[in-house]
């Protein structure tokens, strides 16, 4: 199954970097917010795609968003990728790719590589944009663009 613009975003439980769980529902009627799905810390597209959400998170704040990176590297990875980069928002570890499959997420490269998508919800986790490209950087643009159109 595969979500499709105004499905809800699935419940779901995953450990953050630091081994403490995050559960969406915690963001569910508070927040926009953005969650991307990468194949791999320290890969260069994948530390290109987490230092342009870095670079330009605090557009996402302004726009009340939170940005959540999900990929299937342990927290401890996840940990060291986050202090190296100096990371300021959220990276969650799906290491069984359970979330992965419950967003519909595929793997690209002829179904080597797990995929790199983004999906951006509105504050009552409706889905409003997704949006799926190996290009890192452009999926910055297309979600604030997303977002910029919940402020009109």
Do not use: W
């Amino acid at each position: 199954m595969r979500l499709s613009i105004g499905d809800s975003v699935p419940d779901f439980t995953l450990k953050d970097k630091d081994g403490k769980d995050f559960n969406i529902r915690d963001l569910k009627g508070k927040r926009p917010f953005v969650v991307y799905f990468y194949p791999r810390d320290f890969t260069p597209g994948c530390t290109k795609e987490a230092c342009s959400f870095r670079d330009r998170y605090e557009e996402f704040t302004e726009l009340g968003a939170e940005v959540i990176g999900i990929s299937s590297d342990s927290e401890k990875r996840h940990r060291k990728f986050s202090e190296n980069y100096q990371l300021p928002f959220v990276l969650l570890s799906d290491r069984s790719n359970k979330v992965r499959k419950l967003f519909g997420v595929s793997n690209d490269l002829l179904g080597l590589l797990p995929g790199r998508e983004t999906f951006v919800f509105d504050k009552e986790a409706k889905l409003i944009m997704l949006f799926n490209s190996m290009n890192a950087v452009r999926h910055i643009e297309k979600a604030l663009h997303a977002l910029k159109q919940l402020e009109q």
